[in-house]
């Protein structure tokens, strides 16, 4: 069993639906409804109670696929191949070495080091048209390379 307080339930649920748009949203929501599924049931009927209160304008439900694809090249360090359309307009399919996902004014980025542009580029998620993970193994680049986040920026933890 979870020692969970039924607040404290109802906070990861209603931090999991209210970033349905982060990477490994789907992931985190199953997480969420195992641990549910061993509250003690009065503990479960408050949680459940309480959340009733809590509402959530969460995005329509999308495809998966570009998101999972990311979240796979980045778990497994693979080449992840996108169509990507800049703010100009221009499309281009490149080759990129998923480095971090970074969210910032409320939107999700893909750091990676571009194969095209021999260098770091921030890819907006949205923007991703297509996304497909290759076989080719990422070469290493780092977090580091990427350089200093912003002073408000930390890395997700459970701590």
């Known amino acids: 069993p979870v020692p ?9 649920m209603a931090a999991v ?20 599924d061993v509250l003690d049931p009065r503990t ?7 959340a ?11 495809s998966r696929a ?5 979240e796979e090249a980045m778990a497994d360090q693979r080449v992840v191949r ?4 800049a703010k100009d307009g221009a499309v281009t ?8 996902f970074a969210s910032t004014s409320g939107r999700w980025f893909l750091v990676g080091w571009c194969r095209l542009r021999n260098g770091i580029r921030w890819f907006t998620v949205s923007s991703i048209e297509r996304a497909s993970v290759t076989a080719m193994e990422c070469t290493g680049h780092t977090v580091e390379e990427v350089g200093e986040p912003p002073a408000n920026a930390r ?5």
């Open 52 to 62: 009733s209160r809590v509402w959530v304008n969460a995005p329509p439900a999308s």
């Open 44 to 50: 479960r009927a408050r949680a459940d109670e309480l």
């Open 155 to 159: 890395p997700v933890h459970g701590g």
């Open 82 to 85: 996108i169509r990507y359309t």
């Open 4 to 12: 969970l307080s039924p607040a404290q339930a109802v906070a990861l």
């Open 93 to 100: 399919t490149r080759d990129v070495e998923p480095i971090l």
């Open 17 to 36: 639906s209210a970033a349905s748009d982060a990477p490994y949203a789907d992931l985190a929501s199953a997480g969420v409804r195992k641990i549910l």
């Open 66 to 70: 570009i998101p999972s694809a990311l």
